[in-house]
Every structure is written in C-alpha cells, then in structure tokens.
C-alpha cells in the first residue's frame, strides 16, 4: 500500500502519521506540501491533525482551499481513500468532501484526553480490522470537535450508515455522538480522535493501530 500524508503550515501530526503508517506497511509514506499541484499515484491520502494556518478563520477553512486539495478532491472522486485526523476531519468537511462541521466544543474548552468510541461499521477498508459495537479507546486534542449537522443531513447520513465511530462519553457536544463519518460510499473518513496517537505500546494503548492495519490489509 502506497500513502502520502499532506503537510500544511501547522500540522503537527504529520510525523506521527507517518511513523504509524511506516509501522504498518514497511515503507515511508509520501510527504506532499500542501503548494503541490499533483499527486502521485498512491493507495491512501492522509489529512493529518495540527492547527492548519493556525486555524485563522476557521479550523480547516484556509487549509480547504489549497492547491493539493484540487488533486485530493479528484483522487477522493476516483474511489482513492483518503483519511482525515482531527483537522485533516476539518479540512474535510470544509472542503466538502465529508458532510456536516466542526464547532468549538460545547464547553468552549481544548480537550486533551483519551476517550472511549464504539465502532460502528466494520465493512470500509478504515474500520475492516475492527468488529461492530467494538469498544476502543483513542486519544483526542481539540477545540473545535463538536460535529453539527442540519436534521436532514443527519437523517441522511444515519440512514445511509455513514457513521464510522461514536463517542462513548460524548466530550464535546457532537450530535448523534458522532466522533467519525464516512462519504456516501465508504472511501473517506473524518475521524476527530487520533489513531496514530494509540498505535504502539509506548502511546499507553495500541487501539489505533488497528485501523492503519485494516487498510494495509484492504489496500495491498
């Protein structure tokens, strides 16, 4: 499986990303500046966590409309998948390739903890590697985390099954507990929690870890 993981002014995941997906397929991923105007033919595009332009204007918005994200957007259209951690999930969203947005958190607070998620599909190539109604425990860092969406997006996206994960404990007012959602068909994912953070013993917990396997064995 081949990855490459944007780098925008303010990521700060992207080397974590990087050592996670290096762990699971034995090779380095592709780092792309965020000024590019191609990609390479990869498997996997991976948006990661960070404060993107400092978060001016919005978490994601400025990052949304970089060059790199006309060729993500033409990949994520092909059926490529594509990944995005936290503000790689903002950046997502503002550029329309996942519904709904993230808002500051109900309580108007950073949050810096690891918290409980409940999967809740296992048949995309991000969750394959877990069971539905698994419990697993994942790492998040944000201010800006509180998914919203109209009702009738909401209705839309449970009807069609595109939740991913739900918070257990919901920390941050996201409606429906959503903490990850899929596109229409399955191939992105927004995921406000950090995998990469729970991939190795050393992180305090490996829950991560299986989702970055799950793709290597979906994608190879």
């Not at 994520?76 to 594509?82: D, E, T």
């Not at 995005?84 to 947005?101: K, M, R, S, V």
């Not at 209705?155 to 404990?169: C, I, N, P, S, W």
């Amino acid at each position: 499986m081949k990855a490459a993981v944007i780098v925008f002014p303010g990521s700060n995941c992207d080397r974590d990303v990087a050592v996670a997906l290096a762990q699971a397929t034995g090779a380095a991923p592709l780092m792309v500046w965020h000024h590019a105007g191609e990609l390479p033919a990869v498997d996997l595009i991976v948006l990661p966590g960070g404060f993107s332009h400092g978060d001016y204007l919005r978490s994601g918005a400025m990052a949304a409309r970089a060059p790199i994200m006309r060729a993500v957007a033409e990949r994520a259209a092909a059926g490529v998948r594509v990944l995005g951690i936290c503000n790689g999930f903002q950046i997502l969203t503002e550029a329309g390739l996942l519904p709904g947005a993230l808002m500051r958190n109900a309580g108007l607070k950073f949050i810096c903890r690891t918290v409980g998620l409940r999967v809740e599909r296992a048949d995309s190539a991000f969750t394959a590697a877990y069971r539905v109604g698994q419990e697993i425990a994942l790492p998040i860092a944000h201010a800006d985390g509180n998914f919203f969406a109209d009702d009738e997006t909401l209705k839309r996206v449970e009807g069609e099954g595109q939740v991913a994960f739900r918070y257990l404990d919901n920390p941050n007012g996201s409606a429906h507990d959503i903490a990850g959602v899929l596109n229409r068909g399955g191939t992105v994912l927004g995921l406000m929690p950090h995998p990469e953070r729970a991939s190795e013993p050393a992180h305090g917990g490996t829950d991560g870890q299986a989702l970055f396997q799950g793709l290597v064995a979906a994608l190879s």
